[in-house]
């Protein structure tokens, strides 16, 4: 007989937390979790779904245009952002009681309210007071967007707010050079808004393969997007119903909104981390062993809390390794390596492994970079400019796949399937060896030979 409430309490019920209590309660074991917000989390109720089905929505509007080329025509086209929104948000509310009722039919307790820590065994449930004891306690509670301390900043909206905007405006400035800035610019000019994106650095999305990061700045622009590099926001002023923007060369950008997409922080402050010794680094992400184990000996973390890479897949494998960890036979260390992702702007990319920048800090010379860039078929007869880009690097001795990025229409499917590929440790003799699925974007893929 246990002396806790429960074996496991798990603070936040987003992708990881959800994952993780419910294994849990599968496994027989006695579990609560709680959540200050609707289960879901990030991913679901303020993220990757109700982003994507943005993003669904403002392809139609280009996708109307192409279609004129393929004999379709039609007047009086409206858009309605009341409908698409509520529409999402009624999704988000089925998932939500989904990811609720999962975890109660497997048994595990659901609490709606915030929990933070009283000692390393308790927690309080901060409306109810309630205390609740537990012999292992996972966090899972995400990260929140953040925004620069700049004069006027409350005047701006974040990520969060964009999803259930009242009025779609006319015009926007979005502020920051990453995911969400460019897939929200993406979302808001294919709606129909007038979009200016405005980030610090020379070319968008660092970290990126420095081609895709060229090619992404020329497809924004190609849809309208007003992009600006190089400048940061110093101030927000009001000028009646628009917004001024300030920025340090000079610029003032004047929009109907201000949109901050200048990163994410974890959510850790007030949980009472500093009561049961778990250290956080300087922006405060909870630092962990390669187990999820934080720095107190029953506390574990798992997802965008701990910063390591911040996707819904990884959160919920971290969440698994940690349940075999601490209720199976062995350790489990969820491996980092070779995670593909996709960033939804139009068109998409898709990116797995090394970027060329990175390969060539590991591997020196002992590197082929493949590329290519070329128009797909569906943009010929549409007339759109477009051009898709792909490249392919292996190492040099074994032919060995390491990385590859694309940027083209269905890219977030394609890689998926070479992230299996590149997992797999395949070569380019392996993909030569394929025979092309024709005609497809794809198929450029296993008949590549153009090396730089
Ligand atoms: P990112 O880190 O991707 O982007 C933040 C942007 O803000 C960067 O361009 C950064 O510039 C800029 N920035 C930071 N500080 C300032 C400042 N003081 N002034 C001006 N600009 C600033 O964060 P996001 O919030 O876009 O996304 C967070 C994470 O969420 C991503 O890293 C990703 O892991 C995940 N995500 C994944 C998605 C997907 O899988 N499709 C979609 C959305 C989010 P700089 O580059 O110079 O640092």
């Given at each position: 007989m246990s002396k806790f409430d429960y074996d496991l309490f798990v603070i936040g019920a987003g992708s990881g937390g959800v994952r993780a209590a419910r294994l849990a309660a599968q496994m027989g074991k006695k579990v609560a979790i709680a959540e200050e917000s609707k289960p879901g989390g990030t991913c679901v109720v303020r993220g990757c779904v109700p982003k994507k089905y943005l993003v669904y929505g403002a392809e139609y509007g280009s996708s109307i245009e192409s279609s004129r080329k393929y004999g379709w025509s039609y007047e009086n086209l409206d858009f309605n952002w009341k409908k698409l929104r509520d529409s999402i948000q009624k999704e988000v509310d089925r998932l939500s009681n989904i990811y609720s009722n999962i975890l109660k039919k497997n048994g595990a307790v659901v609490y709606n309210e915030r929990a933070e820590f009283i000692d390393k065994n308790t927690v309080i449930?901060?409306?109810?007071k309630k205390k609740i004891s537990a012999d292992t306690i996972l966090i899972a509670v995400g990260g929140r967007p953040w925004s620069p301390d700049?004069?006027?900043?409350?005047?701006a909206i974040i990520s969060d707010d964009a999803f259930v905007l009242e009025k779609l405006p006319s015009s926007i400035l979005i502020i920051g050079g990453g995911y969400i800035a460019s897939e929200f610019a993406s979302i808001f000019s294919g709606l129909g808004v007038k979009t200016t994106q405005a980030y610090r650095?020379?070319?968008?999305?660092?970290?990126?393969d420095e081609d895709i990061r060229l090619h992404v700045g020329i497809h924004q622009k190609a849809n309208g997007i007003d992009v600006r590099f190089n400048i940061s926001p110093i101030k927000i002023n009001v000028d009646g119903n628009s917004y001024d923007t300030h920025f340090d060369d000079g610029t003032i950008i004047t929009a109907d909104l201000v949109f901050m997409a200048t990163g994410r922080r974890p959510y850790t402050s007030k949980l009472g981390l500093e009561r049961v010794g778990v250290q956080t680094d300087t922006i405060g992400s909870i630092i962990v062993d390669?187990?999820?184990?934080?720095?107190?000996?029953?506390i574990y973390a798992v997802g965008d809390v701990t910063n390591r890479i911040n996707l819904t897949p990884v959160a919920i494998r971290e969440a698994q390794a940690f349940i075999e960890t601490i209720y199976g036979s062995k350790p489990v260390e969820y491996d980092h390596r070779n995670i593909a992702s996709a960033v939804f702007t139009r068109p998409p990319i898709g990116v797995v492994g090394l970027n060329e920048l990175q390969a060539r800090e590991i591997y020196g010379d002992n590197i082929m970079v493949y590329e290519t860039t070329f128009r797909p078929m569906k943009n010929i007869l549409s007339g759109k400019e477009d051009k898709c880009f792909i490249k392919l690097i292996t190492e040099s001795a074994k032919g060995k796949i390491i990385g590859v990025h694309i940027i083209g229409d269905d890219s977030p499917e394609i890689i998926q399937i070479l992230g299996i590929c590149v997992k797999a440790g395949l070569t380019k003799a392996d993909f030569d060896n394929t025979c092309a699925v024709h005609p497809?974007?794809?198929?450029e893929i296993v008949t590549l030979r153009q090396r730089v």
């Amino acid at each position: 007989m246990s002396k806790f409430d429960y074996d496991l309490f798990v603070i936040g019920a987003g992708s990881g937390g959800v994952r993780a209590a419910r294994l849990a309660a599968q496994m027989g074991k006695k579990v609560a979790i709680a959540e200050e917000s609707k289960p879901g989390g990030t991913c679901v109720v303020r993220g990757c779904v109700p982003k994507k089905y943005l993003v669904y929505g403002a392809e139609y509007g280009s996708s109307i245009e192409s279609s004129r080329k393929y004999g379709w025509s039609y007047e009086n086209l409206d858009f309605n952002w009341k409908k698409l929104r509520d529409s999402i948000q009624k999704e988000v509310d089925r998932l939500s009681n989904i990811y609720s009722n999962i975890l109660k039919k497997n048994g595990a307790v659901v609490y709606n309210e915030r929990a933070e820590f009283i000692d390393k065994n308790t927690v309080i449930l901060t409306s109810s007071k309630k205390k609740i004891s537990a012999d292992t306690i996972l966090i899972a509670v995400g990260g929140r967007p953040w925004s620069p301390d700049i004069s006027g900043v409350e005047h701006a909206i974040i990520s969060d707010d964009a999803f259930v905007l009242e009025k779609l405006p006319s015009s926007i400035l979005i502020i920051g050079g990453g995911y969400i800035a460019s897939e929200f610019a993406s979302i808001f000019s294919g709606l129909g808004v007038k979009t200016t994106q405005a980030y610090r650095g020379k070319h968008l999305l660092n970290g990126f393969d420095e081609d895709i990061r060229l090619h992404v700045g020329i497809h924004q622009k190609a849809n309208g997007i007003d992009v600006r590099f190089n400048i940061s926001p110093i101030k927000i002023n009001v000028d009646g119903n628009s917004y001024d923007t300030h920025f340090d060369d000079g610029t003032i950008i004047t929009a109907d909104l201000v949109f901050m997409a200048t990163g994410r922080r974890p959510y850790t402050s007030k949980l009472g981390l500093e009561r049961v010794g778990v250290q956080t680094d300087t922006i405060g992400s909870i630092i962990v062993d390669e187990f999820s184990k934080t720095t107190a000996e029953n506390i574990y973390a798992v997802g965008d809390v701990t910063n390591r890479i911040n996707l819904t897949p990884v959160a919920i494998r971290e969440a698994q390794a940690f349940i075999e960890t601490i209720y199976g036979s062995k350790p489990v260390e969820y491996d980092h390596r070779n995670i593909a992702s996709a960033v939804f702007t139009r068109p998409p990319i898709g990116v797995v492994g090394l970027n060329e920048l990175q390969a060539r800090e590991i591997y020196g010379d002992n590197i082929m970079v493949y590329e290519t860039t070329f128009r797909p078929m569906k943009n010929i007869l549409s007339g759109k400019e477009d051009k898709c880009f792909i490249k392919l690097i292996t190492e040099s001795a074994k032919g060995k796949i390491i990385g590859v990025h694309i940027i083209g229409d269905d890219s977030p499917e394609i890689i998926q399937i070479l992230g299996i590929c590149v997992k797999a440790g395949l070569t380019k003799a392996d993909f030569d060896n394929t025979c092309a699925v024709h005609p497809t974007l794809a198929e450029e893929i296993v008949t590549l030979r153009q090396r730089v």
